[in-house]
């Protein structure tokens, strides 16, 4: 079963503008971890952003800030201000118990391409 | 600077051939992982170690092979029984009981 969904393979934006990306999961734990990465073209996974499970405030870093709806099981990303080289692909990705270790199951991503 | 090394970078095997990928931490990081991406698509976890001279399959572990003799070094050798290898490899690293995940630049396997 998809634990995590994207369901924008694509999105546009107009530079300066925000876009939200759109993230749903799954999961029976308790305890758990949102993660946000950013993959350009050249490969590297850049670390965005995280939201715990018990954190009751939206994390924010910069210009990313993560919308945690709990119940509804969403975590989306919007970046304000977009800027062009923010075209990247975007993960989405949750950390849950696994046995005795902790993994990171990943979404499909979403193309982000930021229009002059 | 601390950091995860990949190599190499591309990669071109013949089918049939085995071939290892290498990574290679100074971060001090307890666990290390291999992920598969494939084009348009998510990372999906192969293997992961959490110590030294131990490690466990990951959700697509069939035709791939790993060790971890030094807790610096995990490196993933693709195996002839790897139907389908032609893929971004993209190894990580983390501090047990953290939430930090440090990735390396990846290599492009590609069977011709």
């Known amino acids: 079963a998809q634990k995590i969904t994207q369901t924008q393979p694509g999105m546009f934006v107009q530079e300066k503008e925000a876009v939200t990306l759109d993230c749903t999961y799954d999961?029976?734990?308790?305890?758990?971890?949102l993660f946000w990465y950013k993959q350009p073209s050249s490969g590297e996974m850049i670390f965005l952003i995280y939201?715990?499970?018990?954190?009751?405030q939206n994390a924010t870093e910069g210009r990313y800030s993560l919308n945690f709806q709990k119940a509804r099981k969403s975590a989306n990303l919007v970046i304000s201000a977009s800027q062009l080289g923010d075209s990247a692909m975007y993960f989405c990705?949750?950390?849950?118990?696994?046995?005795?270790?902790?993994?990171?199951?990943f979404g499909s991503g979403t193309q982000l391409t930021v229009l002059p | 600077d601390g950091g995860i090394t990949q190599s190499p970078k591309y990669l071109f095997r013949k089918e049939g051939q085995n071939v290892t990928l290498s990574c290679e931490q100074n971060?001090?990081?307890?666990?290390m992982y291999w992920y598969r991406q494939d084009p348009g698509q998510g990372l999906r976890l192969i293997y992961y170690?959490?110590?030294?001279?131990?490690?466990q399959k990951g959700d697509i572990a069939e035709g791939y092979s790993v060790s971890r003799e030094k807790k610096e070094s995990f490196p993933l050798t693709v195996t002839s029984a790897q139907k389908n290898p032609t893929a971004f490899y993209l190894c990580?690293?983390?501090?047990?009981?953290?939430?930090?995940?440090?990735f390396g630049s990846g290599t492009r396997l590609t069977v011709v």
């Open positions: 990580a690293s983390s501090i047990l009981g953290q939430n930090g995940y440090t």
């Open positions: 999961t029976s734990d308790q305890s758990y971890g």
């Open positions: 939201q715990g499970s018990y954190d009751e």
């Open positions: 990705a949750m950390r849950e118990p696994r046995g005795s270790a902790r993994q990171l199951t």
């Open positions: 971060l001090n990081h307890d666990a």
């Open positions: 170690s959490q110590i030294v001279n131990d490690f």
